[in-house]
């Protein structure tokens, strides 16, 4: 993070993004019997964790994304050196990220939205984003008091590689509109 620091602070044109995973987990959490820990780069000490946090807060971060690598669970299932890396991280992404930032208050609601929406949006200059008369009506609603449990078997993702399974969550989407059309309400999703 401190060559990213320096480079923004001394003018450069240039974006930082962070996974979720790396906002939340530590090298303590590998487990040289679970490659569902495995990913690249990899998981660092906690100190990382709080660097990484911390460069969210000052600005220095200026997306999050999701890494989304789904694998089939033979792959995930071999000797951790021959597995492949990452995980998928799309369907856990918000919840995690609304429990482990939003609710301790590392960062606000808006920050979090903007982190995930608006500002990858505008640094591809993408007219997407934002909720505005005529506009693409694309969004998702989110239930910030919505709790479950990270259950891989019930995915929409054909992977299944999580480290999350059996976690419990707060703050799960409840619904999503693309180009004004419901894809997703309640667990269901559409055609």
């Known amino acids: ?29 590998v487990h040289p019997t ?3 820990t495995k990913m ?13 946090r911390m460069a969210l807060t000052e600005g220095y971060i ?17 000797d951790y050196a021959a597995a492949p890396f990452g995980i998928v991280g799309l369907e856990t992404a918000l919840p995690l990220l609304m429990t482990e930032l939003v609710a301790p208050g590392v960062i606000g609601l808006r920050e979090l939205v ?16 934002e909720i505005v008369l005529g506009g693409l009506a694309d ?7 919505l709790t479950r449990t990270v259950e ?12 999350f399974g059996g976690r419990t969550l707060t703050g799960w989407p409840v619904m999503t509109m693309v180009g004004g059309k419901i894809v997703m309400k309640d667990g269901v999703v559409y055609d």
């Not at 990899?42 to 660097?51: F, G, H, Q, S």
Request: aromatic share 4%; glycine share 4%.
């Open 1 to 29: 993070m401190l060559l990213i620091r320096q480079a923004k602070d001394s003018g450069l044109s240039l974006t930082c993004e962070v996974t979720p995973h790396h906002l939340v987990l530590t090298d303590r959490d």
């Open 34 to 36: 679970d490659a569902n």
């Open 152 to 163: 891989p078997e019930k995915f929409y993702s054909l992977g299944r590689n999580t480290p």
């Open 114 to 129: 903007a982190l995930l929406s608006t500002r990858p949006a505008k640094i591809f200059g993408l007219p997407v984003g």
């Open 62 to 78: 200026d997306c999050i994304a999701t890494d989304h690598a789904p694998h089939h669970k033979d792959e995930k299932a071999a």
């Open 40 to 52: 690249n780069p990899p998981l660092r000490t906690e100190a990382d964790v709080c660097a990484l």
């Open 139 to 145: 969004f998702t609603l989110i239930d910030p008091n």
